[in-house]
């Protein structure tokens, strides 16, 4: 879940793209969920929005119901479609948790987080709900 009217999200948005696109070929569907509308979502992640699913929440709606507090985010939903982890923020540690957890749910490859053109790790902002 990204914000694209914050730099923070756009530090993360090559990576999670990264992310998501090791999925690509994998039982389940990697999707983009904007904090914004479809033309700025369009803008803000440019060619990554046509190559993956992308959701827009411009009312933060779907946001408020998950209770998310910071941007950038990486959620995984099961089937049911229950949310069955998230980070919020860049802490590649637990972003690499959440990819490991769905790439075994999977039987996947696991995807490589951090990797060198990764960005530091960084908090995130907060979501105005």
Same mark, same amino acid.
């Given at each position: 879940?990204?914000?694209?009217?914050?730099?923070e999200s756009s530090?993360?948005?090559?990576t999670?793209?990264?992310?998501l696109?090791s999925?690509?070929?994998?039982?389940?569907?990697g999707a983009?969920?904007?904090?914004?509308n479809?033309?700025?979502?369009k803008?803000?992640l440019?060619?990554w929005?046509?190559? *993956?699913l992308?959701f827009? #929440?411009?009312?933060?709606?779907?946001a408020r119901a998950?209770? +998310?507090?910071?941007?950038?985010?990486?959620l995984?939903f099961?089937q049911s479609?229950?949310?069955v982890?998230s980070?919020?923020g860049?802490?590649?540690?637990?972003?690499?948790d959440?990819?490991s957890?769905?790439?075994?749910?999977?039987?996947?490859?696991?995807?490589i *987080?951090?990797n060198?053109e #990764?960005p530091?790790?960084y908090?995130?902002?907060s979501?105005? +709900?």
């Amino acid at each position: 879940m990204v914000d694209p009217y914050t730099h923070e999200s756009s530090w993360i948005v090559e990576t999670a793209g990264r992310i998501l696109r090791s999925f690509k070929e994998a039982d389940c569907r990697g999707a983009w969920m904007v904090l914004g509308n479809e033309e700025h979502s369009k803008e803000f992640l440019g060619p990554w929005a046509s190559e *993956i699913l992308t959701f827009v #929440d411009p009312d933060l709606s779907f946001a408020r119901a998950l209770q +998310l507090e910071k941007t950038p985010a990486l959620l995984h939903f099961d089937q049911s479609p229950k949310l069955v982890g998230s980070a919020e923020g860049w802490n590649p540690t637990e972003w690499k948790d959440i990819a490991s957890n769905l790439a075994d749910a999977m039987s996947w490859s696991k995807p490589i *987080i951090p990797n060198s053109e #990764d960005p530091s790790p960084y908090e995130g902002v907060s979501v105005s +709900l």
